[in-house]
Nanobody, 124 residues
Framework: QVQLVESGGGWVQTGGSLKLSCAAS????????VGWFRQAPGKEREFVAC????????AYADDVRGRFTISKDNTKNTVHLQMNSLNTGDTAVYFC?????????????????WGQGTQVTVSS
């Protein structure tokens, strides 16, 4: 089973940027889809973005499209989430997850491996 470790979270002011990384170990992401999800205080975990390992397809939640960019680095077995124009609504714990299901999926139940999460705090 693959192990996932997120990094890059922190504190930023409204309008700022952060870049999250999800590093995999245990095996390589050969055909997996990797997704980012987030959970704000008092709310359910929600889909943010996902990418097929070939990089040929990406999907975004409506409220992050145009501000966030998901990308992958095959040489480092890592997926990144570049987050720009952050607002207080983006404050959450961000998780990366992996699925061997082919193609894009927003369903959390499709993802079998999860990281521990990294905190992102945006203040006004």
């Amino acid at each position: 089973q693959v192990q996932l470790v997120e990094s890059g979270g922190g504190w930023v002011q409204t309008g700022g940027s952060l870049k999250l990384s999800c590093a995999a170990s245990g095996r390589t992401f050969d055909t997996d889809t990797v997704g980012w999800f987030r959970q704000a205080p008092g709310k359910e975990r929600e889909f943010v973005a996902c990418i097929t390992w070939s990089g040929s397809a990406r999907a975004y939640a409506d409220d992050v499209r145009g501000r966030f960019t998901i990308s992958k680095d095959n040489t480092k077995n890592t997926v990144h989430l570049q987050m720009n124009s952050l607002n207080t609504g983006d404050t959450a714990v961000y998780f990366c997850a992996e699925t061997t299901r082919l193609g894009l999926t927003r369903r959390q139940t499709d993802y079998g491996s999860w990281g521990q999460g990294t905190q992102v705090t945006v203040s006004s």
